[in-house]
């Protein structure tokens, strides 16, 4: 009997002690302490043998929180489920002065609840997706300045209720010293009685949205730092996907895709399937196609090699690593390249994660007034250039020359942190992460293929005229003005450019056919620089403007003006066109 006591109480020790050990793996803190075995035995306990801890950390879980979904599913209501909304007559007293401070229709905002639901656009592969059950923690980080009060509300409330509770530490809203009176006690007081895991911090001076992210970052206290802009709304099940790559590896930034909010409506909907950020040599961000093996796995995170800026997931480790943001970026603008290029140059990654969506209100126009800094923005590119982009900082400086005498500040502190961290140069990031950008935009551009009056020789009284007309409008021929001793605004003239389309001067709208019908209509549509329908090239020696990559004429009936593309031929006398001028080289 004694012996069949001491063996039940020497098992009954080692399930203790099993299970206790599983715990400690269960709750381990990533990326403060990654090594929780050194954890189990400071307190005593002989870790799991190496094999198991791997079955056990590289377990995968259904994140969903189907209770929440289901009941966002029943709710009725103005906006919900991200339905387009309007306002009556009635409710529209303060539609234009709420307008002119916020850039969108804030007016509209108060009607719509500060928890409504947002629709599900993720791929239909996401919802079968399962991530590791053993991810960080986070803090939400949200600068604001003069954030209208619904839609700061929105972005906190749709964060909270949609994140696993345990995962998400706490949300900091960082008041960029807003004027508007409810951003400070009123917001503290609402929080305190309302949200609890949500508190401002409010600076006490304008610091712009950089600074305004350090500080927010500085007081956190999670593993993970995830940014957000405060006219946001994070969509079902959001965070898991963009912890997992960070779990996997804490040199890896993660950004969800961004939906769109619309300005006016409050509309929720997609802007794309996906796309690689960028940027054009004036720094304006662009995108760029998904590469072959992207779009694969539509539901699997992608390289990108720019992020947009506003929102994304950074381990605190590597954040501050990388030296957190250049401090001496103001008020707006450049962050979102520092950084991208500082992640990849310094030994990290970015990653685009599908499964992760968050709505984003592109307001109309930008509300604030310049507060008094001059060109904050040139200041930031040219910080930005000078430490991170090496002789590529000339190709920024072509076109914007003003860049050249402007004074960027005291550079040290920033390329030191380049030099410790042995951060490669900004060649290697263009050869191997933004290897496709040149050819999208070059550096350099060439020179246009042939500009000016495009004649018809069938008619020649006829030239072909945009008359004046916009997007998705047809083209057309009238009468040459040239003929009538006038150069005219730009109808009768048009540049085939290196891009191979065929553009209005002055205006960046392109001849398009999408028709592949006989007598297909010319459209103009917004140049996309991409070939496709907007693919010309015009043949010197038949004079033949030729579209497509299965190529039809351009041509036209010279009774009732029409501008339309048909089969070529060669017999045709329509089909014969005089561009003014050819550049033959
Ligand atoms: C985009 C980014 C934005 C930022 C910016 C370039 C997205 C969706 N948005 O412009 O996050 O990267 O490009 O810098 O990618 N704010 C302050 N203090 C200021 C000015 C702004 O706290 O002095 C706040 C503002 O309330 C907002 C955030 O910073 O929460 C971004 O400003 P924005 O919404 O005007 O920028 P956006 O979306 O046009
Ligand atoms: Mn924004």
């Known amino acids: 009997l004694k012996t069949l006591l001491k063996y039940i109480l020497l098992s009954s020790v080692t399930v203790v002690f099993t299970v206790l050990t599983y715990r400690i793996f269960k709750s381990k803190d990533f990326t403060r302490d990654r090594n929780s075995l050194g954890l189990a035995r ?17 377990e995968k879980i259904d994140w969903h929180d189907y209770e929440q979904i289901e009941k966002e599913l029943k709710r009725l209501g103005r906006g919900e ?30 009607k719509i609840a500060i928890d409504r639901s947002v629709p599900d656009i993720r791929h239909k592969g996401c919802r079968a997706k399962k991530y590791l059950k053993n991810l960080p923690t986070v803090s939400v980080i949200v600068p604001f300045h003069n954030e209208h009060w619904t839609t700061l509300l929105r972005t906190a409330v749709s964060v909270v209720k949609r994140s696993p509770p345990h995962l998400l530490k706490e949300v900091i809203l960082v008041d960029d010293f807003s004027s508007k009176a409810f951003s400070k006690k009123p917001l503290d007081d609402y929080l305190a009685a309302n949200l609890t895991k949500v508190r401002a ?48 590896d804490y040199k890896t ?16 909907r997609a802007q794309d399937e996906g796309a690689r950020g960028a940027f054009d040599w004036e720094f304006f961000y662009k995108r760029l ?72 209100i592109y307001r109309k126009f930008a509300p604030f007034p310049n507060p008094g800094k001059g060109d904050f923005v040139g200041r930031n590119y040219k910080r930005v250039a000078e430490v991170w982009m090496d002789e590529y900082a000339q190709y920024l400086y072509m076109r ?24 490669k140069p900004f060649k290697w990031f263009m050869e191997n992460v933004a290897f496709d950008l040149p050819l999208k935009y070059p550096p350099v551009e060439p020179g246009d293929f042939g500009f000016g009056e495009i004649r018809n020789l069938g008619a020649p009284e006829l030239c072909v005229d945009s008359l004046f007309r916009e997007r998705d409008q047809a083209v057309a021929v009238a009468p040459c003005l040239s003929d009538a001793g006038r150069k005219g605004k730009g109808e009768q003239n048009f540049t085939l450019s290196w891009h191979k389309d065929l553009r209005v001067k002055g205006k960046s709208l392109c001849f398009d056919v999408s028709d592949p019908n006989d007598k297909a209509d010319v459209t103009l549509y917004p140049c996309h620089g991409s070939k496709g329908n907007q693919y010309w090239k015009y043949d010197v020696e038949k004079q033949w403007f ?32 005089r561009f003014e001028n050819v550049n033959l080289t």
């Open 400 to 423: 914007r020359p003003q860049y050249k005498n402007l004074d960027p500040g005291d550079l040290t502190q920033q390329r030191a942190i380049r030099d410790q961290l042995h951060c």
């Open 201 to 248: 911090i409010h600076l006490p001076e304008r610091s712009g949205l950089i600074r305004a992210r350090l500080a927010g970052a500085r007081a956190a206290t999670a593993d993970v730092l995830v940014f957000l802009d405060s006219h946001t709304e994070a969509n079902v099940n959001w965070l898991p996907p963009l912890l997992e790559p960070i779990a996997q």
């Open 289 to 360: 196609p998904l590469l072959p093996e992207d779009l694969k796995h539509p539901t699997e995170p992608f390289k990108s090699p720019v992020m947009a800026g506003g929102l994304f997931a950074i381990s605190a480790k590597f954040f501050w690593e990388l030296g957190g943001y250049d401090e001496g970026l103001d008020i707006w603008g450049g962050e979102q390249y520092e950084l991208s290029f500082k992640i990849w140059q310094c030994g990290g990654q970015m990653y685009d994660a599908p499964c992760s969506r968050v709505g984003h």
């Open 42 to 58: 400071s307190i005593g306990i002989e870790p799991l043998a190496p094999r198991e801890v791997i079955l056990v950390d590289n």
């Open 546 to 577: 030729l579209h497509g990559g299965n190529p039809r004429c351009l041509d036209c009936d010279p009774g009732q003006k029409r501008l339309y593309v048909r089969a070529c031929d060669e017999s045709s006398k329509t089909q014969k066109w």
């Open 81 to 110: 489920h991200g339905k387009p909304e309007f306002l009556s007559e009635q409710e529209k007293h303060d539609y234009d002065s709420l307008y002119k401070v916020n850039g969108f229709n804030a007016a509209l905002s108060d």
């Open 253 to 268: 930034c993660v950004c969800p895709f961004i939906d769109v909010i619309q300005y006016e409506t409050f509309e929720y």
